[in-house]
């Protein structure tokens, strides 16, 4: 196979899969704003689907809900993964790969059987009904793995020996890390948290069992499909694509423009 065609052939496949991934994001905001959803095109622009999104409030309860569950769930992750891979990358043990396989575990474990298992835990022993708070756990232990494998890629070649250096000059362990790491690790723990925030605010399957009646944005938008797509409903995926989107676009600017570099550099034994 020539060069030429090889790099034909994979422009092809790269193309068809940014077709497979973005056409379907593209239809649904382009119906969001067409008075025909079932097939927009050629659009005939309204914002009436936008209207009728705003003024109900179970979609106002929904979405101060799912914000409450993506922060409290990104800002407990993001904590716990920093604590978590600090302490296994900077302090030696023989017990370390067992750490790290029962951190990652959760992981390789289906969204429906966390739900099902804590919907069973709280409410069988623990005697909990459903509510935030337990929602916000449950979505942590997914979550939090996410969390450790995004911050532990950027903190394996930290030089801890800047920490070191710090408390031999009499700094405690609290203005180290204030002073010394935070400063050199803020951009993969910004990564965890967007990421982590963005996992748990989508999350149907694990929310679905631990909230009860408390409504989220992706309950209500499943609650709606017994009822036929509404227009409502292309609104919603619009926003939350556009918010998700926005979210990486300026992740992009902060690395382009050098303000952010996902990774820490400095320190390396090149």
Known sequence: MSKTLHKTLLGCI?????????????????????????????????????????????????LWNSLLLGLGTALLSTTLATLAVLSVLKYRSRWKGLVL????????????????????????FLEIPGNLLSAILANTVRAFTYALLIIATQLYRYNWKLDDAAMVFGAGPVRTFLEIT??????????????????????????????????????VAWGSLRFGIKPELYAIAALVNGAVLLCLLAMF?????????????AGRDD
């Open 14 to 62: 790269t193309l068809l899969a940014f077709v497979f991934l973005y056409v379907p994001i593209v239809h649904i905001t382009l119906a969001s704003f067409s008075k025909d959803i079932v097939w927009p095109y050629p659009i005939r622009f309204t914002t009436a689907a936008y209207a009728k999104l705003f003024e109900g409030t179970i979609y106002h309860d929904a």
């Open 101 to 124: 396989f029962l951190f990652v575990a959760p992981l390789f474990v289906a969204d429906v059987l966390l739900g099902i298992s804590t919907l069973i835990l709280n409410g069988l």
């Open 182 to 219: 935070l400063p050199g690790i803020w951009p993969a723990l910004l990564g965890a948290f967007i990421v982590t925030f963005i996992l748990s605010f989508n999350n149907l399957d694990i929310s679905f069992y631990t909230l009860g009646a408390v409504p989220t944005m992706p309950s």
């Open 253 to 265: 600017i902060l690395m382009k423009s050098g303000r952010v570099g996902f990774g820490y550099k």
